[in-house]
């Protein structure tokens, strides 16, 4: 993937690190839900980095009851007006 990533994106694409670890623990256990609430944390060298969880990304969006705008699925309430945010339908 690095090649592709460098020959597309340039000196941007040489930066970028790709990290691939289970997703089961050492008693087999699921590391992380992406869709459920929670966080995980893992080690590379030296270096902890900390998710938090659901991943907004994989959820669909919600929207701001006061103005419409758009936000995060992770998101349970607007952080401009503090009101309960609303599901999407789908």
Request: hydrophobic share 35%.
């Amino acid at each position: 993937m690095k090649p592709v990533l460098v020959n597309m994106l340039g000196p941007m694409g040489e930066h970028m690190e790709f990290f691939f670890f289970p997703r089961t623990s050492a008693s087999g256990q699921p590391i992380a839900d992406a869709k459920a609430e929670g966080s995980f944390r893992f080690g590379v060298g030296k270096d902890v980095y900390d998710w938090r969880l659901p991943l907004g990304s994989l959820l669909p969006q919600k929207t701001c009851p006061v103005d419409g705008e758009r936000l995060s699925g992770a998101w349970e309430y607007c952080p401009w007006h503090g009101k309960k945010l609303r599901s999407e339908p789908r």
